[in-house]
């Protein structure tokens, strides 16, 4: 009799939740106070938005703040990684062109959120990955966005290129440690940095290494141009290959490569560089600031052969230049 008695069963419907926790992404292309204040206005506009809605939650604010030629984004890392725990599930943005300029990242990353049942909307193309015609749509931004970006890119070398060849760059007057502005934006000597300058150029011809170098200044309390107690290495090596030091200036000795990744490379002959004679005083003669490069080759343990770059036999020991000034 009691296995046939009736059990009671309660049944309890699922759980809708109503509101949606709602992510905020926010970027800009450069460090500028403007391009700050873009952010500031960026970040409070979506802010408004959700809270405007009363469906909707502010889970937290994932922001980048870039030059465009950084690849790695890290709040947009640590946003995607966030989206991998399930911890929102609306990503609200500005525009398209703020996440992702770059047609094919962007519908691989929006697919990517679809999957893992993150909605991302876009508040000035007021469009939703939710919506089944979004993608057609979003490519069709997204390819103005990169031309958009590829032409700008290609307007600034264009830019810098022109200055360089006018002479009107304000790289021709940028300043160095040993040199000051006068009032017209001029370079002109600063004569209490120039005698370290001087001293470490003769240092060097004299058969001190760079550690030597390195040790001179500290013991003399002279600071680096930054302020630090001790040089570094890089430093001294800049200072004594930097030709402005004879008064001439050669600007373009970094490129930046192509769309999308805008890296910054060193020109080894790549591109066009542009050097100005005479631009200014200089604070080591001519023929001084060549013996130090020709010393400098000399002491190198690499050597050119036949445009390949090869490790020489014997190599400069700072113990031997050392033990001469004992």
Not at 315 to 323: G, M
Request: charged fraction near 30%; aromatic fraction near 10%; charge should be neutral.
């Amino acid at each position: 009799m009691e296995n046939n008695r009736r059990r009671n069963v309660e049944v309890r419907p699922p759980t809708v939740r109503n509101d949606k926790r709602v992510a905020i992404y926010c970027r800009v292309s450069t460090l500028s106070d403007i391009q700050e204040e873009s952010l500031k206005a960026q970040k409070y506009g979506l802010e408004q938005v959700v809270k405007c809605n009363s469906q909707w939650t502010l889970y937290g604010v994932y922001e980048d703040q870039d030059t465009g030629r950084n690849t790695f984004r890290p709040g947009f890392h640590k946003m995607m990684l966030d989206s991998y725990e399930n911890l929102f599930d609306i990503i609200l943005v500005k525009s398209i062109s703020r996440f992702s300029r770059n047609t094919v990242d962007l519908l691989e990353t929006v697919t990517k959120l679809k999957w893992l049942g993150v909605e991302v909307r876009f508040e000035q193309e007021n469009i939703s990955t939710s919506d089944a015609e979004t993608e057609l749509i979003m490519s069709v931004h997204a390819a103005f966005a990169q031309a958009e970006s590829e032409g700008l890119s290609e307007a600034i070398k264009w830019g810098f290129k022109s200055g360089f060849k006018s002479g009107r760059s304000k790289l021709y007057t940028r300043k160095c440690f040993g040199y000051k502005k006068n009032q017209d934006g001029e370079l002109m000597i600063y004569e209490e940095q120039a005698i370290v300058v001087r001293q470490i150029f003769e240092l060097y011809l004299s058969g001190y290494s760079v550690d030597m170098i390195m040790e001179e200044l500290a013991d003399k309390n002279i600071n680096s141009p930054t302020g630090k107690e001790r040089w570094s290495k890089r430093t001294i090596q800049t200072m004594l290959t930097n030709e402005k030091y004879m008064g001439n200036v050669r600007v373009g000795k970094t490129y930046t490569t192509g769309f999308p990744n805008n890296r910054q490379k060193v020109n080894r002959g790549q591109q066009d560089q542009f050097i100005m004679e005479e631009a200014h005083e200089p604070i080591i003669p001519i023929e001084v600031f060549e013996q130090v490069q020709e010393e400098m080759k000399r002491r190198s343990n690499i050597e050119v052969v036949n445009g390949e770059k090869k490790r020489k036999d014997t190599h400069y020991s700072a113990k031997d230049a050392e033990r001469r000034h004992e």
